[in-house]
């Protein structure tokens, strides 16, 4: 599949090189996102316009509904027609992140990859990953896991089960390529230590953003501005600004800390709220739904231990105070709807008249990546949505497996 790039045909004597933006604009309104792309090859005037049209129509174009994308999974099914989304390239690697309608991969030589999976097309690789984390060499070991070579003078061998484990946490873009493939950026959170690192599109290494509040938990880039949140809640936006825990959800931590495991995302609404989200997993949830310990997977009638998976239960939802420089308890989201996991988080407002998707809700998949190779029997599975008016989690996507590897994601469709 060839690189995404453009050629521009200077056809400066043929007419249609003479048809004004006006008209050729009010031509593109009645065009596709795709279609639009296209005619940019036209001539560089038919260029410039589309490229203008492009970004003030994607600018004061509502943010849509993502669309959850399976991928073929590891033993060997197609993940429910997965193999129509993801060419076969990019199966043997893994999905690191999704962010303005663009996959985002790692390959087994830790070199990141885009693919637009609405647009079919594929932009040429990131600088590796590898050196800023003192990656010397990776080998894939017959069990499909990975030797990593660090520049450790002790112990500079580890076995990996994935590569997403030791390397990236999560992985965004700064803005959608098709906007302005020469004026893009990448985001990781990667290393043990979940540092921040940026690369600019063009730049042969990453740099490492060193925030004194690592490990960060979340990253989003709005409007050539990176957010992130730090474990102890503080967010950055080009600042470091000190913001302490939420009680709520510190007290809840306090009380339940056996029983859970504690993960947070920030979010932008539509409204320009800076927003953050503590989603709680039980590490072991019964079929009752009740996270109990493991000492009670063991019962005195049964010999073999309780299956009881992890599963997410609890969500708490904020808005930055940034004048008290504090998180605000919501109740309530309105019309909104939270899309959370391995892709960029993301804040949509849902019609009243939607039989897809439910308003005040949060929808989330599976990226509890430390527990995902832990068992044979589940991994991925840990997908629902969360409703902030009945306080309940229901499934949306009715399967009854629970090893679904790798893990679905949200991927935003094109800007219209």
Known sequence: MA???????????????????????SIFEHLSFPDVLVSESVCSHWFQTAKSFISFKSQNQPPQAPALKLFPQEDGTDGNGASEIVPEEFTENCCIGSSHGWLIFLDERAFPLLFNPSLR??????????????????EKSQENGYYITYDYQKNPIRYMNNLRESLIHKAILSSDPCLNINNFGAVVICGHKKKIAYCQNGDNSWTDLDGKHQPYE????????????GSNASPIKTMEVEVSYPEKSGQFWGEFRDLYNARLYLVQSTKGDTMLAARFVG?????????????DLLTEEDTHPLVCPYKTLVFHVYKLDLGQKSWVEVGSLGDESLFLGANQSTSVSISSSSTIYKQNSIYFTDD????MDEDYLYA?????????ENRNVESFLHTHQLKILPPPCWVNPSPW
């Open 368 to 371: 509890y990546w430390d527990r």
């Open 283 to 295: 590490e072991l949830v019964n079929a009752d739904d009740e996270p109990v310990h493991e000492h």
């Open 218 to 229: 979340d990253i989003i880039c709005s409007r050539n501005q990176l957010y992130a949140i």
């Open 3 to 25: 690189c995404f790039k453009r050629k521009i045909c200077n056809f400066t004597s043929s007419k249609w090189a003479e048809i004004p933006s006006e008209i050729l604009d």
């Open 121 to 138: 097309i594929r932009h040429a690789q990131l600088p590796c990953i590898g050196p800023l984390l003192g990656v010397l060499d990776i």
């Open 380 to 388: 991925g599975h840990d997908m629902g949505v969360f409703s902030l």
